[in-house]
């Protein structure tokens, strides 16, 4: 048998914690000495107590650790819990993670508010383009809400182009519709355009983007994580030289890729039209 002081340090737990176990009834002593109330412990009490420490760190309660490790768990099933709840607690790291990029991406709006030169802004005719598309909905605009959605059907397309045997003619486009009933939720639209001759199919919608008849256009170089500084600067050029939005800005993907996101080139195209000024 162990004191209390040798499994402790056998588990690599401290006597505290131990005592504790012992007075919540998680862990007892296999003997306690009936003169001195010295704690003495098995070397076969070693697994009770790892399978204890292993589904504490992994978030579950003392009252669920008790409930798990009396009903005699498999060491086979166990595993396999334990597998369930680091998948999800790495799946929380990552959502925290996302969260955190998003908080920083804000920080730099904030950061580079007045930096960007509004010379860069151009008005322009932009052509109606026939396209092959999908969509899908988004829970709201912002860059968070948008990249899970679009990218996913930015992949499903290129698949279903290319099992349809198409080439895009031109750089990919993001659009973008508000919900019809004026609620938060966004309608994004991916699309590629395509040749003339090419029909699309029952899984591949084929249509005509149309034509924007005055957009404010700027460019944004780097990953759309990083988006909103652009879209600031365009939205107080807009306000700044008589212009009012009249709709959501679409995204041409001028570079994009596998590589590095810092290296892409995204043309944001956002119809306007002349503001109306006071008599």
């Avoid at 009396?70 to 595993?79: C, I, K, T």
């Avoid at 092959?132 to 698949?159: K, Q």
């Avoid at 994004?188 to 090419?198: M, S, T």
């Avoid at 084929?206 to 780097?222: C, K, M, R």
Wanted: aromatic fraction near 6%.
């Amino acid at each position: 048998m162990f004191t209390i002081g040798d499994f402790a340090r056998h588990g690599r737990v401290s006597v505290r914690m131990l005592r504790h176990y012992d007075a919540i009834g998680l862990l007892r002593p296999a003997h306690v000495d009936p003169f001195s109330g010295y704690r003495f412990y098995e070397a076969g009490q070693l697994a009770r107590l790892h399978r204890v420490i292993a589904l504490k760190d992994l978030g579950f309660t003392l009252e669920q650790v008790r409930a798990i490790v009396d009903e005699r768990v498999g060491a086979e099933e166990l595993r396999g819990m334990l597998r369930l709840r680091r998948a999800e607690l790495e799946a929380a790291v990552a959502a925290a993670t996302a969260r955190l990029g998003h908080v920083e991406a804000r920080l730099r709006t904030i950061e580079s508010e007045g930096r960007m030169s509004t010379h860069d802004v151009v008005v322009k005719h932009v052509p109606a383009v026939r396209v092959a598309e999908l969509s899908g909905t988004a829970a709201g605009f912002r860059p968070e809400d948008i990249g899970p959605v679009v990218g996913p059907l930015f992949t499903e397309l290129c698949r279903r182009l290319e099992a349809a045997g198409a080439e895009p003619t031109g750089p990919a486009i993001a659009s973008y519709e508000g919900s019809p009933d004026g609620g938060d939720a966004i309608l994004v639209h991916a699309a590629v355009p395509v040749a003339a001759d090419f029909r699309g199919g029952p899984d591949l919608a084929v249509v005509e983007l149309p034509a924007i008849d005055s957009a404010a256009t700027v460019v944004h170089h780097g990953p759309m994580d990083d988006v909103m500084p652009t879209v600031q600067a365009l939205a107080h050029w807009i306000d700044a030289n008589g212009y009012r939005s009249a709709g959501h800005a679409r995204e041409l993907y001028i570079a994009y890729g596998e590589g590095p996101a810092d290296g892409w080139v995204t043309e944001l195209q956002e119809p306007v039209e002349r503001a109306a000024t006071g008599g």
